[in-house]
């Protein structure tokens, strides 16, 4: 009876320590490959700040990576040459439309001359070339006064956009030489909207 029982206890114990296992039916679905390639991040757009005349930078009013904004003044370059073309223009301009109000008197006179036979055609010719000369010598001069006050206008440099602006080029007191072709002083980037540049090899974009 004893063997019985003992026989009966195993059988029991040896249930108990059969393990249990999962199974889990296999399902089929996509996979995400990622790789790692070297870039950078750029700005998707950008603006050289550049000096259009020649002249001493007076002053740099901003500081390496600052937000500037549209219009804001970043340098100021040594103005007085120009202010003194600007005067010189305005005064050859005034004397040349005087010259035109006198020519264009005296050939209205010369006309009339002519008709009581006064005067030959030829002195009314000369009159009215004298008047002709000094309406181009107005058109000359008006377009020298508008040179001179655009180089007037460079020598105060402002942000043509708006961004972060890297350090300046020039510092105060050095020379600029933006007469004959721009000089860049600075770099302004907008980075409101960033873009990411990188390379990738045509064997690794094929496996992709």
Do not use: W
Not at 98 to 107: E, N
Not at 161 to 179: E, K, M, R
Request: proline share 4%; net charge neutral; with cysteine.
């Amino acid at each position: 009876m004893m063997c019985g029982l003992s026989s009966c206890h195993k059988k029991d114990k040896a249930a108990e320590e059969i393990p249990e296992v999962e199974v889990a039916c296999p399902t089929v679905d996509s996979v995400v490959l990622h790789k790692t390639f070297p870039g950078y991040i750029r700005a998707m757009s950008s603006a050289d700040v550049v000096a259009l005349v020649n002249g001493k930078i007076l002053t740099c009013n901003y500081r390496e990576g600052a937000y500037v904004q549209k219009g804001a003044v970043l340098f100021t370059i040594e103005s007085t040459p120009y202010r003194d073309a600007v005067q010189q223009a305005a005064a050859s301009l005034a004397t040349a439309r005087s010259q035109y109000d006198y020519s264009s008197r005296q050939y209205a006179a010369m006309q009339k001359a002519l008709k009581a036979d006064a005067v030959s055609e030829m002195e009314v010719l000369q009159a009215k070339n004298s008047m002709e000369s000094a309406r181009a010598s107005i058109r000359n001069y008006e377009a020298a006064l508008q040179t001179a006050r655009n180089d007037l206008a460079h020598c105060t440099v402002t942000a043509p956009v708006s961004g972060h602006i890297t350090a300046p080029a020039l510092t105060p007191g050095n020379y600029v030489a933006g007469g004959a072709a721009p000089v860049k002083l600075a770099s302004i980037y907008n980075d409101e909207k960033m873009k990411a540049v990188f390379s990738i090899d045509e064997g690794s974009y094929r496996t992709m």
